[in-house]
């Protein structure tokens, strides 16, 4: 895990994909459920700002770059 206790955004999409396929399983109790669903909504609001960050850089360097024409 990264720094900080923070997942990375791989190690984030793994825990979702794992999560999708407790969920999936025949045998996952309806409590467990509900604690997967919660801790996936809380690995998605992380991925989505990661990539919102992500993307913003992106821009930015783009921006420049365009700039220095």
Sequence with gaps: MAQNNKPTYAEAIA???SIVARIQ???CEI????????RAM???KYCKEKLFET????????????EGK
């Design 25 to 27: 399983d025949d045998s």
């Design 42 to 44: 809380t690995l998605l």
């Design 15 to 17: 825990e979702l994909e």
């Design 55 to 66: 993307d913003e850089s992106l821009k930015k360097l783009l921006d420049e770059l365009d």
């Design 31 to 38: 409590e467990t459920i509900k604690e997967l669903t919660a």
